[in-house]
């Protein structure tokens, strides 16, 4: 038999309570901080729509705030379901405008995510594996960070994970005569016995046969029904789920049995239905109903990007970021180690979900790392059976108490180091200050029309400061759109189409950097006013020669 590293019980629930300590702890570190440390752009996004439903139901609040509320919520581009927001949104009705509520939720959500994780990498390898598993997908720091954002890929990612372990559950049921992992015996391990020996208790052998048809019957309708609803619902969470979902899908059936003896199958169809309709309904509504779905899906695809070679670093870059090159190496060798050919097929289905989500989304993949926010729990799976040797060596080398021990306190060091490490990143940045300093350009401008190079396209203004803005393009804009689709721009037509505005605000100073020929016209106007962060041009007044 071969050793395991946590060999009792007592270690595995020490080990598992140990990683979500640590796991929800250094997320409900500095959990008030605004959102400006991971992609704020989509951070504000989500953060408008949900005040906008909060001051719907808020009839006591000021008529001109309100209505401001609303109209950022209904202005804002809308590609996913509003559901998380809502969520959000409904909870503020309790807590007040707290943005905590959303990272709160977030965490909550990975944290979920993550013990289904574990699940499914115990029935996959082993629970040794499925320990350095979960410790690899809670603790990673842009997890921890990633998984913080209010925006719905830490929803989405949970429930792409409850759809792989409910579908590898119900693949278990296919062909158990080929594996005889789950339900009792297989016909191998029985073949040849007396039948005293095959039922203990006096049963024939036909009606026991009978029991486990049934109960492989039952348990195939329940994960097949589960599977459908977890993937439909990460699918109408974000469309791009469905990458993952098919991925996961086929892998798990195709390691089973063929395609053709699938197919054959009344559970796919159920399970296909609930994944296909409820992210149908809303395409079908976003597009030839209200209409605002119409514009929301081109610029992901641009075939040119694939004779570029800044695709190709681009998504090298994101990967770095998001897993790092040595752990998403790692993961692909814990490929050669998975001997079971079940869980190997389950995992390179979810890998090449991942490749054609990235070859598809080709400009999305090589410029937004938090698009790979999936591929971490990938490289956890895969590297459960890595992990899985090298605990089972490290146990035969700490037979002893003692040395069991001095490698536990080694492991903790090393948890424990890298969740402190996270935590003097949070603490390095404070964006308290940032927030108030848009309140006070808010109250400067109040009742100006106000255009501005700002970060996240003025939603910042947006949220703390309570003013719309016309955003100047930032120079990674005018590059996609001149280079990658084809558009001409006029610096001279743009700039007098954006002098009708009273003023002129500049927050992203290293953008306008970038912009020489703005920066010079910018230069010709009076500075309003000035501060921390922020400086604002009058239009109106220009400086005299």
């Avoid at 619902?233 to 063929?258: D, H, P, Q």
């Amino acid at each position: 038999m071969k050793a395991t590293f946590f060999d009792s019980r007592i270690a595995r629930v020490t080990a598992l309570t140990l990683l979500f300590a640590l796991g929800l702890g250094i997320r409900l570190f500095d959990l008030t901080d605004p959102p400006l440390d991971f992609h704020p752009t989509r951070q504000l996004l989500s953060a408008l729509k949900a005040r906008g439903m909060y001051y719907q139901a808020l009839t006591d609040a000021p008529a001109e705030q309100r209505d401001f509320a609303i109209q950022q919520w209904k202005f804002r581009a809308s590609v996913e379901p509003e559901f998380f927001e809502r969520v959000v949104a409904l909870t503020y009705r309790v807590t007040g405008e707290q943005l905590w509520v959303a990272r709160l939720y977030s965490s909550l959500f990975w944290l979920a995510g993550g013990f289904f994780l574990y699940l499914l990498a115990r029935d996959l390898v082993s629970t040794d594996g499925a320990l350095a598993s979960l410790a690899f997908y809670l603790l990673l720091p842009y997890s921890v960070i990633a998984s913080r954002s209010f925006q719905p890929d830490p929803l989405m990612v949970m429930l792409i994970i409850l759809f792989w372990w409910a579908v590898y559950k119900w693949s278990l049921t296919l062909n158990p005569a080929r594996t005889g992992r789950t339900l009792g015996r297989s016909p191998e391990r029985t073949e040849g016995k007396g039948e005293a020996e095959v039922t203990a208790n006096g049963a024939k052998p036909e009606s026991n046969l009978r029991d486990l048809r049934a109960l492989r019957g039952s348990n195939a309708w329940l994960f097949a029904i589960l599977a459908g609803l977890f993937g439909g619902l990460a699918i109408f969470v974000k469309f791009v789920a469905a990458f993952f979902v098919i991925g996961g899908g086929l892998g798990a059936a195709l390691g089973r049995e063929s395609l053709r003896e699938t197919m054959r199958r009344p559970q796919v169809y159920v399970m296909s239905a609930l994944g296909i309709l409820p992210g149908a309904a809303y395409l079908i509504y976003g597009v030839w109903g209200a209409g605002f779905l119409g514009q929301q899906f081109g610029g992901r695809f641009i075939p040119s990007l694939f004779l570029s070679p800044s695709y190709y670093l681009g998504w090298i870059g994101m990967l770095e970021n998001v897993t790092g090159i040595a752990w998403l190496t790692a993961g692909l060798l814990g490929l050669f180690f998975l001997r079971d050919r079940v869980g190997l097929r389950f995992l390179l289905g979810l890998w090449a979900g991942y490749a054609l989500f990235g070859l598809y989304f080709n400009y999305h993949i090589s410029s937004h790392d938090y698009y790979s926010l999936p591929l971490i729990p990938i490289v956890g799976l895969s590297l459960a059976p890595l992990a899985d040797v090298l605990f089972a060596k490290l146990a035969e080398l700490t037979a002893t108490r003692w040395t069991r021990v001095l490698a536990s306190c080694v492991l903790l060091f090393g948890l424990s180091a890298s969740t402190l490490a996270v935590r003097a990143s949070l603490k390095a940045v404070d964006y308290r200050p940032q927030a108030e300093a848009l309140v006070e350009v808010g109250k400067l401008v109040q009742d100006l029309s106000v255009a501005g190079l700002t970060q996240d396209y003025g939603a910042r203004l947006s949220y703390w400061g309570w003013k719309n803005l016309t955003s100047w393009p930032t120079s990674g804009d005018l590059i996609y759109h001149e280079d990658l689709r084809g558009a001409q721009s006029d610096f001279d037509q743009r700039f007098a189409e954006i002098s009708t505005r009273d003023v002129f605000l500049v927050t992203d100073f290293d953008d306008l950097n970038r912009q020489p020929l703005l920066r010079e016209k910018l230069n010709t106007c009076k500075i309003l006013s000035q501060g921390d962060g922020y400086v604002l041009f009058d239009l109106r007044q220009p400086v005299t020669p």
